[in-house]
């Protein structure tokens, strides 16, 4: 939250921008925001060449009652140890494909129940190797020119994410570590830890999950992995809330495919029984 | 066995084995039978059964057959009987083949004048026909014949002979040539044409022909959203179609029509004509001149008022003297919801008699129901006829599969006697359809008429023919009749109808559709790749490094090609025209180029003199009626411009700095002022990035 201030007299109204930084989009989250903007598609995976030239458009609407004045900005990302996607201006990403992106328009004002098309290119260099890059386009809202406006206003942000494969796909990735930690902001209630590392230049998400079997050998409880990716040379964190006693002697299993030819399973036995809270 | 019933038989059998090979295909069966009550007409009795059905045959084309065979009186009795092949694709050519029945249209170029009549030729026999992208032959030869019956019609031969060549072609565009010869024997005859077309715009035809024996008929339609005008003049001698069954007289005259659309539905209208025809044969109209002018008037009122007046003078002239029609009517209606009244006020003059005449006409439409009901009154102000009241009603009815209707006359008609009105009089007619399940259809209706008056110059032209003789001047007439069909389809088809545009559509002539994209700069331009060019919608072809862009096997026809907005690259503006249409031709290449523009853009940052970033300052450009507001670090940006000069305004009273930087393509027209809307600005120019 932050309260601008005027500026020798230039503009005479207060403002109070509380910036909602709600990124709506990165995986399959819900296509429209309270506030009412919509964008669709909010992924985009595509397989190109380099040296080409590879352009489509984004739908961008506006459900509100009012018209609204929408910013583009064209982004990196990363999912954070929380599993939440993180967009930052820059980044020194070898995958990032930021500088290939630009999106057109990208000032708009859009009127109650319109919808106008973002165009974007990529240009693809030359000379890049083999693998998956990935890039944002964010959409923020914005004051209304010449708008007074007055009290609170909301400001929303959609994110389509795209991911530009380059080459042949082969994923490539390895089970790291299984563990159980206690949540950050309460110690008393724990979660298990299932690290995953993207040793490869392609992204992946892995299908498979955390299996809690008792040491009798029956099933307790199954999760599934969340859908996300794994990013090129990175290490992701996957959370499992645990919601339910975990006895002790139990075995907690995870299985993970990568899409290679392979599924790799491992096993972690708490020393200890893990309580919900 | 007659031939047709094994023509008929052959073709069952054909139809049954493509159906056995899984074919698409679909036909249609039924029965037909018609009763009528009228001594002089032969056809008072026939019945029979109709099968068609058209097949797709891969890598050949549509066969269609269609058999009808009846019995009357007479014994058995063709009814339409031919078997086609179509859309058979032979380089770049369609070709059609066609052996029985087939009705040809003598005219290679379409003739744009309704008021000029001809006749058509219905031969038995062979026709073959083949279309190309500019041309268009047909060559035919058979025996002609004449169709006798109200609803079953039968073919009887006429003993004439016919063969003939039909050629058509587009020399430039907008304009066509066509040329027919056609060899008639018994009576022998040869006649020839050569026929011009031009179409200079979409409103505009002109159309002109001349022949031997020596006839010439020229004219020209302008017809527009507001006006239409259409004038002739025909010169034809008796020979100039020796149709037998025809009427064939010797025929010259002029003809002028206008219709005016003032404003909403007002409309006015008028048309005079001035013939001369000679029939060598006809003792009464041996040589009869006409003269007939029309004019009238149409609109509506507030309320829902319709009205229209109309008004025909008609002049005959013959040898035996002179006679003059004349016809003045007046109606007006309105409607209220599902009710409607209308008023019709009529005025009949002719040589001996004067009819005046009033009718009330109350029609209600319900969702499945309407009723019609109507009075006239009729007087007769001159001959011995008097004051008569004929009444006339219908009904429709509609019930899911089943629709009803009747209608009925009562009372004295009084009829002119004139050219202008043969008068059937108590026709009264009920009738049902039914769409029974799976295919299955009924029709049944029955009707009885009397004419009570008849035209003696009409009735002197019987004379000459059978056909006269045998349709327009029955009287005391009951008949019934009744069709049972059956529709069937197998291999997917899912109608007779539907086949033609399916054979079509799956054996197309194909083109080529290629052009170059450039892009226009300030002082010229260069080829644009990775442009996407979009053909229908549904293909999209990107230019390549030279500009140029290809769409192969394209079906013939008109198709819409169009710069794809959401694949065209950022650096171009969506281009303001959406669409173009373009005509493929079998076998032929079309150019088609787009120009698009670049997209360009700048942007800047509005500081203090302190060099402090302003956040939330509106910047206006100039032209474009564009404003967008600093960011967080006095960022601003306009983006998809054209290339050009524009001036942007900072609001606010302080001084600031404000410093811009191009976006623009090198090459690319860009120049950029800026200035506050108070005080002066403080402009620092950035090299381009």
Not at chain 1, 173 to 182: P, S
């Given at each position: 939250?932050?309260?601008?201030?005027?500026?020798?007299?230039?503009?005479?109204?207060?403002?109070?921008?509380?910036?909602?930084?709600?990124?709506?989009?990165?995986?399959?989250?819900?296509?429209?925001?309270?506030?009412?903007?919509?964008?669709?598609?909010?992924?985009?995976?595509?397989?190109?060449?380099?040296?080409?030239?590879?352009?489509?458009?984004?739908?961008?609407?506006?459900?509100?009652?009012?018209?609204?004045?929408?910013?583009?900005?064209?982004?990196?990302?990363?999912?954070?140890?929380?599993?939440?996607?993180?967009?930052?201006?820059?980044?020194?990403?070898?995958?990032?494909?930021?500088?290939?992106?630009?999106?057109?328009?990208?000032?708009?004002?859009?009127?109650?129940?319109?919808?106008?098309?973002?165009?974007?290119?990529?240009?693809?260099?030359?000379?890049?190797?083999?693998?998956?890059?990935?890039?944002?386009a964010a959409f923020s809202t914005a004051p209304i020119p010449d708008e007074k406006v007055s009290g609170l206003s909301v400001n929303v942000r959609a994110i389509t994410s795209f991911y530009m494969t380059v080459g042949r796909t082969r994923p490539e990735g390895t089970l790291r570590r299984l563990y159980v930690e206690a949540l950050p902001n309460d110690s008393t209630r724990s979660r298990?830890?299932?690290?995953?590392?993207?040793?490869?230049?392609?992204?992946?998400?892995?299908?498979?999950?955390?299996?809690?079997?008792?040491?009798?050998?029956?099933?307790?409880?199954?999760?599934?992995?969340?859908?996300?990716?794994?990013?090129?040379?990175?290490?992701?964190?996957?959370?499992?809330?645990?919601?339910?006693?975990?006895?002790?002697?139990?075995?907690?299993?995870?299985?993970?495919?990568?899409?290679?030819?392979?599924?790799?399973?491992?096993?972690?036995?708490?020393?200890?029984?893990?309580?919900?809270? | 066995?007659?031939?047709?019933?094994?023509?008929?038989?052959?073709?069952?059998?054909?139809?049954?084995?493509?159906?056995?090979?899984?074919?698409?295909?679909?036909?249609?069966?039924?029965?037909?039978?018609?009763?009528?009550?009228?001594?002089?007409?032969?056809?008072?009795?026939?019945?029979?059964?109709?099968?068609?059905?058209?097949?797709?045959?891969?890598?050949?084309?549509?066969?269609?057959?269609?058999?009808?065979?009846?019995?009357?009186?007479?014994?058995?009795?063709?009814?339409?009987?031919?078997?086609?092949?179509?859309?058979?694709?032979?380089?770049?050519?369609?070709?059609?083949?066609?052996?029985?029945?087939?009705?040809?249209?003598?005219?290679?170029?379409?003739?744009?004048?309704?008021?000029?009549?001809?006749?058509?030729?219905?031969?038995?026999?062979?026709?073959?026909?083949?279309?190309?992208?500019?041309?268009?032959?047909?060559?035919?030869?058979?025996?002609?014949?004449?169709?006798?019956?109200?609803?079953?019609?039968?073919?009887?031969?006429?003993?004439?002979?016919?063969?003939?060549?039909?050629?058509?072609?587009?020399?430039?565009?907008?304009?066509?040539?066509?040329?027919?010869?056609?060899?008639?024997?018994?009576?022998?005859?040869?006649?020839?044409?050569?026929?011009?077309?031009?179409?200079?715009?979409?409103?505009?035809?002109?159309?002109?022909?001349?022949?031997?024996?020596?006839?010439?008929?020229?004219?020209?339609?302008?017809?527009?959203?507001?006006?239409?005008?259409?004038?002739?003049?025909?010169?034809?001698?008796?020979?100039?179609?020796?149709?037998?069954?025809?009427?064939?007289?010797?025929?010259?005259?002029?003809?002028?029509?206008?219709?005016?659309?003032?404003?909403?539905?007002?409309?006015?209208?008028?048309?005079?004509?001035?013939?001369?025809?000679?029939?060598?044969?006809?003792?009464?109209?041996?040589?009869?001149?006409?003269?007939?002018?029309?004019?009238?008037?149409?609109?509506?009122?507030?309320?829902?008022?319709?009205?229209?007046?109309?008004?025909?003078?008609?002049?005959?002239?013959?040898?035996?003297?002179?006679?003059?029609?004349?016809?003045?009517?007046?109606?007006?209606?309105?409607?209220?919801?599902?009710?409607?009244?209308?008023?019709?006020?009529?005025?009949?003059?002719?040589?001996?008699?004067?009819?005046?005449?009033?009718?009330?006409?109350?029609?209600?439409?319900?969702?499945?129901?309407?009723?019609?009901?109507?009075?006239?009154?009729?007087?007769?102000?001159?001959?011995?006829?008097?004051?008569?009241?004929?009444?006339?009603?219908?009904?429709?009815?509609?019930?899911?599969?089943?629709?009803?209707?009747?209608?009925?006359?009562?009372?004295?008609?009084?009829?002119?006697?004139?050219?202008?009105?043969?008068?059937?009089?108590?026709?009264?007619?009920?009738?049902?359809?039914?769409?029974?399940?799976?295919?299955?259809?009924?029709?049944?209706?029955?009707?009885?008429?009397?004419?009570?008056?008849?035209?003696?110059?009409?009735?002197?032209?019987?004379?000459?023919?059978?056909?006269?003789?045998?349709?327009?001047?029955?009287?005391?007439?009951?008949?019934?009749?009744?069709?049972?069909?059956?529709?069937?389809?197998?291999?997917?088809?899912?109608?007779?109808?539907?086949?033609?545009?399916?054979?079509?559509?799956?054996?197309?002539?194909?083109?080529?559709?290629?052009?170059?994209?450039?892009?226009?700069?300030?002082?010229?331009?260069?080829?644009?790749?990775?442009?996407?060019?979009?053909?229908?919608?549904?293909?999209?072809?990107?230019?390549?490094?030279?500009?140029?862009?290809?769409?192969?096997?394209?079906?013939?026809?008109?198709?819409?090609?169009?710069?794809?907005?959401?694949?065209?690259?950022?650096?171009?503006?969506?281009?303001?025209?959406?669409?173009?249409?373009?005509?493929?031709?079998?076998?032929?290449?079309?150019?088609?180029?787009?120009?698009?523009?670049?997209?360009?853009?700048?942007?800047?940052?509005?500081?203090?003199?302190?060099?402090?970033?302003?956040?939330?300052?509106?910047?206006?450009?100039?032209?474009?009626?564009?404003?967008?507001?600093?960011?967080?670090?006095?960022?601003?940006?306009?983006?998809?411009?054209?290339?050009?000069?524009?001036?942007?305004?900072?609001?606010?009273?302080?001084?600031?700095?404000?410093?811009?930087?191009?976006?623009?393509?090198?090459?690319?027209?860009?120049?950029?002022?800026?200035?506050?809307?108070?005080?002066?600005?403080?402009?620092?120019?950035?090299?381009?990035?």
């Amino acid at each position: 939250m932050e309260v601008s201030s005027n500026f020798n007299g230039m503009q005479r109204h207060t403002q109070l921008h509380t910036y909602c930084a709600i990124a709506i989009a990165i995986l399959a989250w819900p296509a429209y925001a309270q506030t009412g903007l919509g964008l669709s598609p909010l992924r985009v995976e595509t397989a190109i060449e380099a040296g080409t030239t590879v352009s489509n458009a984004l739908v961008l609407s506006n459900v509100a009652d009012r018209t609204t004045s929408i910013r583009a900005e064209v982004l990196d990302f990363y999912v954070d140890s929380e599993q939440e996607p993180q967009f930052v201006a820059s980044s020194q990403d070898a995958y990032s494909c930021r500088t290939w992106l630009r999106v057109s328009p990208t000032d708009v004002e859009i009127a109650p129940g319109q919808r106008v098309l973002v165009r974007y290119t990529f240009r693809i260099p030359e000379e890049i190797a083999a693998g998956t890059y990935y890039c944002a386009a964010a959409f923020s809202t914005a004051p209304i020119p010449d708008e007074k406006v007055s009290g609170l206003s909301v400001n929303v942000r959609a994110i389509t994410s795209f991911y530009m494969t380059v080459g042949r796909t082969r994923p490539e990735g390895t089970l790291r570590r299984l563990y159980v930690e206690a949540l950050p902001n309460d110690s008393t209630r724990s979660r298990i830890v299932c690290e995953v590392e993207n040793t490869g230049s392609y992204v992946w998400r892995p299908i498979g999950g955390l299996s809690i079997v008792s040491a009798e050998g029956e099933v307790l409880h199954e999760i599934p992995f969340r859908s996300m990716p794994v990013l090129p040379g990175r290490k992701q964190r996957f959370l499992f809330p645990v919601t339910e006693e975990i006895p002790q002697g139990a075995d907690l299993r995870v299985r993970m495919d990568i899409g290679g030819g392979e599924t790799q399973e491992g096993h972690f036995v708490p020393a200890a029984s893990i309580l919900p809270r | 066995m007659s031939r047709p019933l094994l023509f008929c038989l052959v073709s069952l059998a054909l139809a049954l084995r493509l159906a056995a090979e899984d074919l698409r295909g679909a036909g249609t069966i039924s029965f037909e039978s018609f009763h009528s009550r009228t001594p002089e007409y032969t056809g008072d009795r026939s019945e029979g059964v109709a099968l068609n059905f058209r097949t797709l045959v891969p890598r050949l084309g549509l066969l269609t057959t269609n058999i009808e065979v009846f019995s009357n009186r007479a014994g058995w009795r063709p009814g339409l009987n031919y078997a086609s092949l179509d859309d058979v694709r032979i380089g770049a050519h369609r070709w059609k083949f066609t052996v029985g029945n087939a009705q040809v249209d003598p005219f290679p170029v379409q003739q744009p004048f309704p008021n000029v009549p001809y006749p058509r030729l219905n031969i038995n026999g062979l026709r073959v026909e083949v279309s190309g992208e500019k041309s268009y032959y047909s060559a035919f030869a058979g025996q002609q014949y004449f169709l006798q019956g109200t609803r079953i019609s039968l073919r009887y031969p006429t003993g004439q002979s016919v063969a003939g060549i039909l050629y058509r072609r587009r020399v430039a565009q907008g304009i066509e040539v066509g040329i027919r010869a056609l060899h008639f024997g018994r009576p022998s005859a040869n006649t020839a044409a050569i026929e011009f077309a031009w179409r200079p715009r979409d409103s505009l035809r002109v159309f002109a022909e001349a022949g031997a024996p020596a006839s010439v008929l020229i004219g020209a339609t302008w017809e527009t959203r507001r006006a239409l005008f259409r004038s002739t003049y025909v010169r034809q001698n008796a020979a100039y179609l020796p149709v037998v069954g025809y009427l064939n007289g010797a025929r010259r005259g002029p003809f002028a029509e206008a219709r005016l659309n003032l404003f909403r539905d007002a409309q006015v209208f008028g048309s005079a004509s001035n013939t001369e025809t000679v029939f060598s044969m006809v003792k009464p109209l041996q040589r009869y001149a006409a003269t007939s002018l029309t004019a009238g008037a149409s609109g509506s009122l507030p309320g829902s008022i319709a009205l229209s007046a109309q008004f025909t003078h008609v002049e005959l002239r013959t040898l035996s003297g002179s006679q003059t029609n004349q016809i003045a009517a007046f109606r007006a209606a309105r409607q209220f919801r599902v009710y409607t009244l209308r008023a019709e006020l009529r005025q009949i003059a002719t040589l001996d008699t004067r009819q005046r005449s009033v009718e009330l006409e109350h029609y209600v439409r319900l969702r499945r129901l309407s009723l019609l009901g109507a009075t006239r009154l009729q007087r007769e102000s001159t001959g011995v006829r008097g004051t008569t009241l004929v009444y006339r009603g219908g009904l429709q009815l509609t019930l899911a599969r089943l629709s009803l209707y009747a209608s009925g006359e009562a009372g004295r008609d009084l009829a002119a006697r004139s050219l202008l009105t043969t008068t059937l009089t108590q026709n009264t007619a009920a009738g049902a359809e039914w769409r029974i399940v799976n295919g299955w259809g009924l029709a049944v209706d029955a009707w009885s008429a009397r004419l009570l008056n008849t035209n003696r110059d009409l009735l002197a032209l019987s004379t000459v023919n059978p056909i006269f003789a045998a349709g327009a001047f029955e009287r005391n007439q009951w008949s019934a009749y009744l069709r049972l069909t059956h529709d069937f389809a197998w291999g997917g088809a899912t109608s007779v109808g539907d086949l033609g545009q399916y054979s079509r559509a799956s054996t197309p002539l194909v083109g080529v559709i290629a052009g170059q994209v450039h892009v226009a700069y300030g002082d010229g331009s260069s080829i644009a790749a990775d442009i996407p060019v979009s053909l229908d919608g549904d293909r999209i072809a990107m230019t390549n490094a030279a500009g140029g862009y290809e769409f192969s096997n394209v079906p013939e026809g008109r198709h819409t090609l169009m710069i794809d907005e959401r694949q065209l690259p950022v650096d171009y503006l969506v281009p303001t025209v959406p669409a173009t249409s373009v005509v493929v031709a079998p076998g032929r290449r079309v150019r088609e180029d787009f120009v698009v523009q670049p997209s360009v853009g700048f942007g800047g940052q509005v500081d203090t003199d302190a060099g402090m970033p302003l956040e939330g300052i509106v910047v206006r450009l100039h032209p474009g009626n564009r404003r967008t507001v600093t960011d967080r670090e006095g960022r601003f940006r306009f983006d998809g411009l054209r290339e050009g000069d524009y001036e942007i305004d900072v609001d606010g009273e302080a001084r600031v700095a404000v410093r811009v930087a191009h976006l623009a393509e090198p090459g690319v027209v860009l120049r950029v002022k800026a200035r506050t809307t108070e005080k002066p600005t403080r402009l620092i120019e950035l090299p381009a990035n």
